[in-house]
């Protein structure tokens, strides 16, 4: 059984995509929905916070099973991005 | 496609469980026994009475506050715990002493100072040896690791219901999959719920940034956060003018239009002797969200300044029922024994695992006929962690009896001693020929586990002929456990070896398949 070195350096793609892109993805959605959700800000801080762990497993299950290690990349990406963009337009809540 | 996304998820499942196997094992089993550190603290100090004299809350508070006056009149802090239901007995706390106290007669007794199940307990999260910080965050990588173990271990499963009643022993790897599935499944909701809920704990260290995002960064912006979501108000600080701390007796009154003030478990008094002192008074919890049915009162004018709730907001009480389920202090004997035994099968689920991707190595190996360094290697730290943290965790007892009650830094020295002889066995399973280390190691556990009561009758006198007749059951049970914990240990070695002598004659190779029974009793 010998495996590529392209393989090799697929998995490593995507463990690189699941760890890291998995933590940046968790944290911006969290962040988004703990500006979004119309709760006391301490409330839908934590909902943003119980959910950011949920979130960082579901995007590790994508980081490996997207079709391609780019795919696994690009979807953890625009979503951070997306979810980023307007967390910051909402702005952070007043007390 | 389907099969794809379930290859991939196969892979994600043994990686993730692979990688961390043995520092998991290692939280599972402490975390497990210390779901009995009361009762753990109480027999690794045999000089305590054996039925704990428990005197009222009134009598109790006044006693530790005479002797909090006299030892610590300028502490910021006093903190005091009340004996309880499960033996434990009145202790007082200010800056960095603890002390424990007679219940009748309120003078410090002298007890040998141990690690205890406290020490156990803090190791699961803390590990030891290093800062608290690096450790908070190995155990919390591991933990996702585990989470991530677990949804995948799921999505894996093709017949969940089906693979709950199926159970093959004595078919090698086919009955290793079994044990290993059944573990999993019968306590997976406590797989799920104690792994989900021990990343809360330190969710505020594991991600930051979504407190942050609503907070800022600044100093005090944690504090705000929690003084909000709880309704608290924010701590008051010292007048600077002292003021006699009001008695007990007339906040017990108040106390007992909200609950039993027989009920109370701990006490805290913020700046005593302070115009502004503060008494907070909290309650054993009887349900999992009942950790925070704490009363504040003003501590010189006695009045109630506030009652925490325990359902507040939908997401607030989802915190605290996690946390509460995890700590699982709401639970009787009844629970905590499941809960005993859940964590048990969680400890074994792992073990299963880590054996399973050993044994698949060596059969993908020996049919390609070439041999892996690696898969020795993992082997070696398998029996070293299955079997020989056991025998560490005796070790600890072991110490306990052994080393002198009066020597300097006992307690550091009985937990000193756990890692000195897990060490010992790490190096054994290295050095020793790898068809022999199970069976030497399982032997070892069994004589240790099987010898503590005996070494307990010799040294104390809290060992099973008295706890017996007494009906100390608490402390009985301890020995009793050590003693089947012995006997699975003999029996599973018995078992090594009977397979390692039919292999001899056979003139194969060590079939090690008589392990899943062990995992599973």
């Not at chain 2, 690690?115 to 591991?142: D, F, K, N, S, T």
């Not at chain 2, 573990?183 to 330190?202: C, Q």
């Not at chain 2, 009154?253 to 008094?269: C, F, G, K």
Request: aromatic share 10%; net charge positive; proline share 4%.
């Amino acid at each position: 059984m010998t495996v590529s070195a392209r393989y090799r350096l697929a998995v490593l793609s995507r463990i690189v995509a699941a760890v890291l892109g998995g933590y940046v993805f968790a944290t911006s959605v969290a962040i988004l929905l703990s500006r979004a959700i119309p709760l006391p800000r301490a409330e839908s801080a934590l909902t943003g916070q119980l959910l950011g762990f949920v979130l960082y497993a579901c995007a590790v299950v994508w980081a490996f099973a997207a079709k391609r290690a780019q795919w696994a990349w690009g979807g953890l990406l625009i979503v951070s991005l997306a979810c980023g963009a307007v967390a910051w337009l909402i702005g952070m809540p007043v007390p | 496609m389907k099969d794809a996304f379930r290859q991939s998820m196969s892979w994600l499942h043994t990686w993730t469980g692979v990688v961390v196997g043995a520092v998991l094992f290692f939280i599972f089993l402490t975390g497990t026994i210390s779901y009995f550190d009361a009762e753990i603290d109480r027999w690794m100090q045999p000089e305590r009475p054996l039925h704990a004299a428990r005197g009222s809350v009134e009598d109790s508070l006044a006693l530790a506050v005479r002797r909090l006056e006299k030892v610590a009149p300028h502490a910021g802090e006093w903190e005091i715990e009340l004996p309880a239901a499960r033996g434990t007995g009145l202790s007082i706390a200010y800056e960095d002493t603890e002390e424990q106290l007679d219940a009748i007669t309120g003078e410090p007794v002298h007890y040998r100072s141990t690690g205890g199940g406290e020490a156990l307990y803090r190791m699961h999260y803390q590990l030891h040896y290093l800062a608290p910080r690096i450790a908070c965050w190995i155990v919390g990588i591991c933990a996702m690791f585990m989470f991530v173990s677990l949804v995948t271990g799921v999505i894996i499963h093709k017949r969940i219901f089906r693979d709950f009643f199926t159970f093959r022993p004595g078919k090698g790897q086919r009955s290793w999959l079994d044990a290993h599935n059944t573990l999993g499944i019968i306590a997976l909701p406590f797989h799920l719920m104690i792994t989900y809920s021990g990343l809360i704990f330190f969710a505020q260290t594991y991600m930051p940034l979504v407190m942050t995002a609503s907070y800022g960064s600044g100093e005090g912006s944690q504090q705000t956060f929690f003084d909000e979501l709880y309704g608290r108000q924010p701590r008051t600080l010292p007048a600077g003018e002292t003021a006699p701390l009001r008695p007990f007796r007339q906040i017990l009154e108040q106390v007992a239009l909200h609950w039993n003030p027989q009920d109370a478990r701990y006490v805290r008094i913020q700046y005593p002797g302070d115009a502004n002192a503060r008494i907070l008074l909290g309650r054993a919890p009887t349900e999992p969200s009942g950790s925070v049915e704490r009363l504040l009162f003003d501590g010189v004018s006695g009045q109630l300044l506030m009652a925490e709730q325990p359902t507040r907001s939908a997401v607030g009480a989802t915190r605290d029922v996690l946390f509460g389920l995890h700590r699982g202090n709401f639970a009787g004997p009844v629970l905590r024994g499941l809960y005993f035994l859940s964590g048990l099968m969680g400890t074994a689920m792992i073990a299963t695992g880590m054996v399973m991707w050993a044994r698949r190595r060596n059969a993908d190996h020996a049919s390609a006929g070439t041999t892996s360094t690696g898969v020795g290697v993992v082997e070696r730290l398998n029996v070293a962690t299955i079997a020989g943290l056991p025998i560490a965790i005796a070790a600890y007892f072991w110490a306990n009896r052994i080393i002198p009650a009066a020597l300097d830094a006992r307690a550091q020295w009985e937990i000193n001693s756990l890692f000195i002889a897990w060490a010992l066995m790490l190096l054994h399973a290295h050095v020793r020929p790898r068809s022999r280390i199970w069976l030497e190691q399982l032997t070892i556990a069994a004589v240790l586990y099987l010898l503590l009561p005996v070494l307990n009758a010799f040294t104390t006198q809290r060992h099973l002929g008295v706890t017996l007749l007494e009906g100390e059951w608490a402390l009985a049970a301890i020995d009793l456990m050590f003693l089947a914990v012995g006997l699975a240990f003999a029996g599973t070695a018995i078992k090594v070896h009977r397979t390692m002598q039919s292999a001899g004659r056979a003139g194969t190779t060590l079939d090690d398949s008589s392990f899943a029974e062990v995992r599973t009793s």
